[in-house]
């Protein structure tokens, strides 16, 4: 299961209105946090990425925003 949604094996903005409720409320930034951060999180960080969204994961109690590569 990965993260709020129970979506198996994928992001949480694939297939649900999360990605529409966040942009009715104006949100341009998403804190990734879950227990799989190479699978889950890291499906729902690059899909906010991708839909323009800043992630920002949530490690150890501290927000680190994410920077695209160079």
Do not use: H, W
Not at 5 to 12: C, E, V
Not at 22 to 38: F, P
């Amino acid at each position: 299961m990965c993260g709020s949604t129970g979506q198996p094996a994928r992001g949480d903005l694939e297939g649900t209105p999360l990605d529409t409720i966040l942009r009715n409320l104006g949100r341009d930034t998403v804190i990734v946090a879950g227990t799989l951060t190479n699978y889950c999180c890291g499906s729902t960080a690059r899909q906010a990425y991708e839909r323009g969204y800043r992630p920002a994961p949530f490690n150890c109690g501290k927000l680190r925003p994410l920077t695209a590569a160079r």
